[in-house]
């Protein structure tokens, strides 16, 4: 309770934030909520040690059990990722993309990535990112009519082009990502293959997407979002890549590592090997596809037609919408989503035609396929009136209700 003490107006903001969470209806699909050992790993002493270097080469003294502990996360990332190096280091994704860009290329080489508006992620080669700054960047693309990845077209491209690198793996693409296909085509014109696992890490993890280990020269992924750990990310590669790696993170691009968040890494990684991690993936599948099933009943269109993983696009385009108006209706109503673009939209970014929902948090507080259909039929009638409070004021205490029956940390 010293925090309520010390300093009561930051404790009334995170006490208002954990009843903001509580009581409205996470569909973010990059979001989580992180179970309570990782919580108390990441708010642990450890925040208090320096340990720049490596387990067994710090800089500093007194790194005995922090040694120990990175180990320890290492040996788990590397087992649960079938990759044989692991830097458990990375302070983000995109951190976790910028080192292992600058480890496999020189400023100036060729990467090829999927364009931000089509699924791809900023460190994939957008121009007002470091990525697309630094690095050739040509883009590819999802086919126009079917909205999804199309191999052919990606292998005649990249024969062309003869990249350094290529990048696979996405924040808004609701299919399989075929990692196999991908090595074939890495391999047909001399590139790296980095998959970055961001948001399907713990499916894959869990069993219910196709593994990147087996595929990928370099796998990067943070491990929060559907991984359900802290905020923050890792490296895993092949031996060959594993000291050039390194020395991108340490100590080119970080100083100290955040070791209470390492180890709330291994906590992570512990938890994602449990019998009960399958089940859960398996679930964040079933509702994502009983979500989409449901709201396209509801009259909406779902890009690329509906899901195989945790996320699904909704064109609210095709509702007379824009994303921006959708989202903040939503949110008026309870249902916490994001406005993104959809494949060959013609809104800019900030507004996009399309919502995105995922079902990692929903499934993490015990919903399933019957819940996401009660989802369904309070997203659509939210949407039908965006500028009617009432109507969104009486649907925000629908989710407040069902909410109250799948509660987080504790009572509702």
């Known amino acids: 309770m010293s925090l309520k003490k010390k300093d009561p107006e930051v404790f009334s903001l995170v006490e208002k934030e954990l009843q903001r969470q509580k009581d409205t209806l996470d569909l973010i699909a990059s979001e989580n909520y992180a179970p309570e050992e990782v919580l108390e790993a990441s708010g642990s002493v450890l925040t208090n040690k320096y340990s720049e270097g490596y387990p067994g080469k710090r800089y500093y003294a007194g790194n005995e059990f922090i040694d120990q502990i990175e180990i320890l996360a290492i040996e788990r990332a590397s087992k649960l990722f079938g990759m044989p190096c692991a830097n458990v280091q990375p302070h983000s994704g995109s951190s976790a993309n910028f080192e292992a860009y600058r480890a496999l290329m020189k400023e100036g080489d060729t990467f090829m990535g999927l364009k931000l508006d089509q699924g791809g992620h900023l460190t994939h080669g957008s121009p007002v990112n470091f990525s697309g700054q630094l690095y050739n960047i040509v883009s590819y693309g999802v086919d126009k009519d079917t909205e999804q990845l199309d191999y052919e077209a990606i292998m005649e491209q990249a024969k062309e082009v003869k990249p350094k690198m290529i990048v696979c793996g996405y924040t808004a693409y609701p299919r399989t990502v075929y990692f196999d296909r991908f090595r074939e085509i890495a391999d047909a014109c001399g590139a790296y293959l980095l998959c970055d696992i961001a948001h399907i890490a713990g499916l894959i993890a869990g069993g219910a997407h196709m593994p990147a280990g087996p595929y990928a020269d370099v796998i990067t992924t943070t491990t929060h979002k559907s991984l359900r750990g802290p905020r923050g990310a890792i490296i895993l590669a092949k031996e060959e890549h594993c000291k050039l790696i390194n020395k991108g993170v340490f100590p080119g691009s970080q100083g100290g590592p955040l070791d209470h968040i390492t180890a709330a890494k291994a906590v992570c990684f512990h938890n994602a090997m449990q019998p009960e991690f399958k089940e859960y993936a398996s679930q964040i599948v079933k509702n994502a596809k009983a ?36 989202q903040n209706a939503l949110e008026n109503a309870g249902i916490i989503c994001n406005r993104n673009t959809i494949p060959y939209d013609t809104e800019k970014p900030f507004v996009g035609s399309g919502i995105r929902l995922g079902t990692p948090a929903a499934t993490t507080r015990g919903m399933k396929e019957q819940e996401m259909k009660i989802v369904a039929e309070m997203f659509s009638r939210a949407l039908e009136d965006p500028e009617d409070e009432a109507l969104h004021s009486r649907i925000n205490s629908e989710v407040k209700e069902l909410m109250g029956k799948f509660p987080i940390y504790g009572s509702p």
């Open 291 to 326: 979500l989409a099933e449901a709201i396209a009943n509801q009259g909406f269109r779902l890009v690329s037609g509906g899901t195989d993983n945790h996320l699904l696009l909704v064109d609210v385009k095709s509702k007379g919408l824009d994303g921006k108006i959708a």
